[in-house]
């Protein structure tokens, strides 16, 4: 004990005598035309450009680092399925397929897409696809999705997570599942390029804007495919789990926290990308547990508020229903999975929304009875999930 202090005594004493030579040297070498304090402060400033310079270098070699890894792996990856013959016998029965779909569904929801976003498409898959693969290896017949330029930095992951993906159709998933056992270090491969996209996807949907460019729509649907896949499932929630959260509650605020006047289109985009994240069954039921406390809690301040005939935010009472909308696509999309039994009834969220449901609609429904319509439906699908649940429980 006596010992630890001691060391600390001196590498405080140090530390002291460091700052007084540090700031002699600064006195007796400043410029005449200058106090000690604008000459401290002009060095601590050239300082950090310098500091700032090194780390956009860093930030590129990382990146540089990051594609050889990715390149490496598909090219391993690749050549593992040649082996085994599965790829090559496969190449030939692929079909074109159309990514028509996601416009489509898009413009369902109500979101109008400008010329720019309807044209906006390019061959980033191929080019990927082009630029990693052995020159003995036969390019594969890739999706030609919409997405981003290739200046934007988070294309080279969308890039490899999508042929990832196409790969792993294209091959069986117990040859990849080998792959991904026998390469397990390179594995890592994926999570940190999955991790990598969530930064890159929090950092905008913190602040989304219009044009909602669809790369970042593909992005989410491309994460909710990788999540599914059962393969490739666990490499990514060991390391991006606590990222995946961030990003379920970054995009629940771009909903409940837009008060703009013209925030409905963005924030149909919004809504329609947490339902592309709800549709891996991995994450449906935080989704939904995280949503119905959202819907709880206001609920509860829109009874208080009834009885102090107090006012109340409108903006969040009209942003509440995006939520209704989600929740109500979840749900049946968990109905008509049957996959009742993985909404967890014993959620605490679940459980405290049932247990008030009628009591609140009761409450709330003369001073807001659009609310209490949507509560009542939302109740339904949740009684209908539970008692779907119990049938299928019950079934010996």
């Known amino acids: 004990m006596i010992g630890t202090k001691a060391r600390m005594d001196v590498q405080k004493w140090y530390l002291r005598t460091s ?60 050549s593992g399925s040649l ?23 898009m413009e369902d929801s109500g979101c109008d897409l400008s010329n720019e976003q309807r044209t906006e498409s390019s061959d980033l898959s191929q080019h990927f696809v082009e630029s990693c693969t052995p020159t003995h290896f036969p390019p594969l017949p890739l999706v030609k999705r919409p ?13 490899f997570l999508q042929y990832l993906l196409e790969l792993k159709n294209l091959t069986e998933s117990g040859n990849l599942k080998r792959d991904l056992t026998h390469f397990e270090k390179d594995s890592s491969t994926v999570s940190d390029s999955v991790f990598q996209l969530l930064d890159g996807l929090i950092t905008f949907y913190r602040n989304p804007k219009l044009p909602f460019s669809r790369f970042w729509t593909e992005a989410v649907g491309t994460l909710a495919s990788l999540i599914s896949d059962c393969n490739l499932s666990s490499h990514i929630l060991k390391k ?23 925030r ?14 709800g549709s891996c069954h991995l994450l449906r039921k935080s989704i939904i547990s995280l949503l119905l406390s959202e819907v709880n809690g206001f609920a509860d301040d829109l009874g208080a508020i009834n009885q102090e005939q107090a006012s109340y935010d409108v903006s969040r009472y ?49 001073a807001f009875p659009l609310f209490t319509i949507y509560l009542w439906r939302v109740g339904i699908l949740l009684n209908s999930a539970q008692i779907e649940s119990l049938k299928n429980n019950s079934i010996p």
């Not at 500091?51 to 090219?75: I, N, T």
């Not at 079909?95 to 569904?105: R, Y």
């Not at 997405?147 to 890039?159: F, R």
């Not at 979840?330 to 039994?341: D, F, H, R, V, Y």
Request: aromatic share 6%; net charge negative; with cysteine.
């Open 147 to 159: 997405c981003a330029i290739l200046q934007n930095p988070l294309s080279s992951h969308m890039q």
């Open 318 to 366: 009209e942003n509440i229903f995006y939520l209704f909308w989600v929740l109500e696509q979840l749900l049946q999309k968990e109905t008509k999975e049957g996959n009742t039994s993985s909404i967890g009834h014993d959620d605490q969220e679940i459980k405290k929304f049932l247990q008030k449901h009628d009591e609140t609609i009761f409450q709330l429904s003369d």
């Open 19 to 78: 700052k007084l030579a540090l700031a002699l040297a600064i006195i007796r070498s400043k410029p005449a035309d200058k106090s000690s304090r604008e000459y401290t402060e002009h060095l601590a400033m050239l300082l950090s450009e310098e500091e700032s310079k090194w780390k956009s270098k860093v930030e590129v070699l990382e990146a540089e680092v990051m594609q050889l890894r990715q390149k490496l792996l598909v090219g391993r990856l690749c």
């Open 83 to 105: 082996k085994s013959g599965n790829l090559s016998s496969q190449l030939e029965a692929q079909e074109p397929k159309s990514s028509e779909s996601t416009l489509a569904s």
């Open 264 to 277: 409905f289109q963005v924030q149909r985009y919004v809504s329609q990308s947490l339902v592309t994240l």
């Open 240 to 262: 991006c789990s606590k990222k995946l959260e961030e990003f379920e509650k970054t995009l629940l605020h771009a909903i409940l926290g837009n008060n703009h006047i013209n």
